[in-house]
């Protein structure tokens, strides 16, 4: 099943070029709730201090002006990322008092959707475009989902690597092109064994009760402040946390059978009216409720656990800047943040990620049939909610298959990636990454989700009184964390750098904010 992978493997080695896998780039993202000290959805704006969000290269906010957003550059090892993250993260909190920085994902808002401050962007029309399409995606679906919390792992392969295989497969395309479609083999693959991510790395097994709002629920109550499922990994990733209504109401789903498919599939769904949201307005009373009434407004609405990335130049539409420089990264949306971290995310994360890149790369990748879809949800649900069950069945190939043992065989098809991205360096680094994650696997009480339970069953709390707890440690450790006093210079000078080029865009737009989104909707290649 895994003989290709082993093929390209050991044709990779047998190049004499097998160095340029190990010199992929490592970018991370992670989301923080700002919280008052007693837990609740800061009301503050996006503080000064921290630059401007809308042109910020490294902090900006997500949804809400409440919810930070770290954006590390990429960088030559996750080391180097994590630095990177821990170093803003303590920058914030140098700024931020007496305010917290929510330690999981799911947030508790006990004030319901009406407390959660939308983001803003200043009066320049790019930062307009913002607000309402945050203020569209709040009529849409509700506040509430939007100040979930989530980690990403940014990937791509060094330019050097890309030659090297396309020799291997003797392949005749032009480079980009078949970086692309290499780029989309891999996120094929990456939702195929998606379902380990949440299995491995969930940290959300429980939820505040108030994040249901009173609604009905199947989850059983912890205590009286909390929901839970007993098995569940992470709830953030299951129907209750991220999902697209557009799936079930109006068919949509994006298609990854190549980067023009791809493409097509979301201008079309930018394009295409919907009845439900035409019914909310687009501008009312001479004020945008959202950017226009179709399936999607931009790109971005479309939830998936991995996207095809390119940086799009000002104002360029994300699919044009795919179709007209190719794919240069892939982006990983499926982590929850780790609150056992106070970066969010381990070293040891990464290293598996980067291993399972490489192997979903090199790995077999047709096409992913209707059929197929299926059992990729079916998957994924059922691990969100149920990975930790014993003998948990997922469904491959019209068959089923228990957890323990797909997983089992996938991390043995990677021990070889393991090693390969060890190789040089003396260390065992990846290939314990790999261990820990088979010994998770075996043992699912190893497992973050496992751990909170666990921990909030130790403490006799629930859900906030944990995230809470957490938060308050991270804050500490980050008080008492060492300076790398050229780093928060360097993030200081980007405050007023991000500052200044607010004013400049603001300052030197001509249109009006109409004739703004009629250009920016009318972009073509």
């Not at 295409?272 to 226009?292: A, D, M, W």
């Not at 190719?326 to 291993?355: A, H």
Request: aromatic share 10%.
């Amino acid at each position: 099943m895994y003989s290709l992978s082993e093929q390209r493997l050991s044709e990779l080695l047998s190049s004499g070029r097998q160095h340029t896998i190990q010199e992929g780039l490592t970018g991370l993202e992670k989301e923080s709730l700002r919280v008052g000290p007693d837990g609740s959805i800061a009301q503050t704006p996006h503080p000064a201090a921290l630059g401007s969000a809308l042109t910020h290269p490294w902090i900006t906010t997500d949804y809400s002006e409440a919810l930070l957003e770290f954006i590390t550059p990429p960088l030559a090892s996750p080391d180097e990322a994590l630095a990177f993250l821990r170093s803003l993260q303590q920058f914030v909190y140098l700024k931020l008092n007496p305010e917290l920085l929510w330690s999981s994902s799911m947030p508790c808002v006990v004030e319901g959707g009406a407390s959660i401050p939308i983001a803003q962007y200043g009066s320049s029309n790019a930062g307009l475009m913002k607000t309402v399409y945050r203020r569209g995606l709040g009529y849409r679906y509700g506040r509430v989902m939007q100040v979930i919390a989530g980690g990403h792992y940014n990937y791509s392969f060094a330019d050097a690597f890309w030659p090297v295989l396309q020799e291997i497969e003797k392949d005749k395309q032009p480079l980009q092109d078949y970086r692309s479609a290499r780029y989309f083999h891999m996120i094929r693959n990456l939702q195929r064994f998606g379902w380990l991510v949440p299995y491995l790395y969930g940290s959300s097994p429980a939820i505040c009760k108030s994040y249901m709002n009173g609604e009905a629920t199947t989850l059983e109550e912890f205590n009286e402040n909390s929901y839970y499922a007993p098995y569940a990994t992470s709830l953030r990733m299951g129907d209750i946390g991220y999902q697209n209504a557009h799936e079930l109401k109006d068919g949509f789903k994006a298609t990854y059978d190549s980067l023009d498919s791809y493409t097509e599939s979301l201008m079309r769904a930018i394009e295409t009216p919907c009845p439900s949201h035409e019914k909310i307005g687009v501008k009312v009373n001479g004020e945008y409720r959202q950017l226009n009434a179709n399936i999607l407004q931009i790109e971005n609405e479309y939830y998936s656990s991995v996207r095809p990335k390119q940086v799009p130049e000002f104002n360029e539409k994300p699919t044009l800047a795919l179709q007209r420089r190719g794919v240069r990264y892939v982006e990983l949306r499926s982590l929850d943040i780790n609150p056992y971290e106070p970066t969010g995310i381990s070293v040891e994360q990464c290293r598996f990620l980067e291993t399972m890149m490489a192997f979903c790369l090199l790995h077999e990748s047709p096409v992913i049939s209707d059929q197929e879809r299926l059992e990729i949800d079916f998957n994924l649900n059922a691990v969100c909610y149920r990975g930790r069950e014993p003998d948990l069945v997922l469904q491959r190939n019209n068959r089923s298959i228990t957890l323990k043992q797909w997983a089992g065989e996938l991390s043995a098809a990677m021990t070889g990636f393991a090693g390969l991205l060890d190789a040089g360096s003396g260390k065992d680094l990846y290939g314990q990454a790999l261990l820990a994650a088979r010994n998770c696997v075996s043992d699912p009480e190893r497992t973050p989700s496992a751990r909170v339970l666990a921990d909030m069953r130790a403490h006799g709390e629930g859900y906030f009184h944990f995230a809470k707890r957490m938060s308050e440690q991270h804050r500490e450790y980050f008080r008492k964390l060492e300076r790398n006093e050229k780093t928060l210079q360097m993030i200081e000078a980007s405050v007023e750098k991000s500052i200044q080029e607010q004013q400049r865009i603001e300052i030197s737009d001509t249109l009006s904010f109409d004739e703004f989104l009629e250009d920016y909707f009318s972009q073509q290649l």
